[in-house]
């Protein structure tokens, strides 16, 4: 069964350092979407991106954070300086229909801001 | 502020029960409604959507909307300690928005 992929599954950085996680999502998905959890919260929206623009995006998507599309199978999320609050998990997510409809998630990237 | 709110549980019930989750949500002008299992340490993996009043069954779990009442639910039968897990209500407005999760330990 057609899966998103993520990596790394684990990534450590320095506060102020840019890091980029990477997303594949299913192969004939058009929806993409990134997702963010603190421990211990709710999993949060950030952005939605279909056709090669972001679609809609939450507040905490600012301009620290933006997302490419490089090539016909990855998905990306850059945070350009990080913060030790940036400390998540993130997750992707893709959609075959679009944004009412099913979103299926990645296993995510634990990113760990020192 | 769109909010989606469930109970945090733990919700315990014995291997083979009815396990009845619930959830309500605050925008009225809400289209879709999921509901995620979390294992801890793991992503969300969806269970159920359902987009229209009633109820939808799909094996042993069936969601149940209410637009009116502005509240969903999921029933999961004949629990089994593999259910044990954090369900997390989502609802699609302009975004996906998650409840907190409620808990759920299933005893042998």
Redesign the interface.
């Known amino acids: 069964e057609p899966e998103v992929t993520q990596t790394p599954s684990h990534q450590v950085t320095q506060m102020g350092q840019e890091v980029i996680l990477r997303c594949v999502p299913i192969s004939n998905h058009l929806y993409f979407?990134w997702?963010r959890q603190i421990l211990g919260?709710?999993?949060?929206?950030l952005v939605?991106f279909y056709n090669n623009e972001i679609s809609?995006k939450?507040e905490i998507f600012d301009d620290q954070f933006s997302v490419e599309r490089p090539d016909g199978s990855n998905f990306t999320l850059k945070i350009r300086s990080t913060k030790l609050e940036d400390s998540a998990?993130y997750?992707c997510a893709s959609s075959e229909q679009g944004?009412?409809?099913?979103?299926?998630?990645?296993?995510?990237t634990r990113l760990t801001v020192t | 502020q769109k909010e989606v709110e469930q109970n945090s549980g733990p919700l315990s019930v014995p291997e083979g029960a009815i396990a009845s989750l619930n959830c309500t949500y605050s925008d009225r002008g809400s289209q879709s409604f999921f509901w995620y299992r979390q294992y801890s340490g793991k992503s969300p993996e969806l269970i159920m959507s359902i987009y229209s009043n009633g109820d939808k069954e799909d094996g042993r779990f069936t969601a149940q909307l209410n637009k009116a009442s502005q509240y969903v639910s999921l029933l999961i039968r004949d629990s089994q300690p593999s259910d044990s897990a954090t369900y997390l209500c989502a609802v699609q407005g302009n975004m996906l928005t998650f409840g907190g999760g409620t808990r759920l330990m299933v005893k042998p």
Do not use: C, N, T
Not at chain 1, 41 to 45: A, M, T
């Open positions: 979407y997702y919260q709710k999993v949060e929206f939605s809609e939450s998990m997750f944004d009412r409809y099913e979103q299926y998630f990645g296993p995510g």
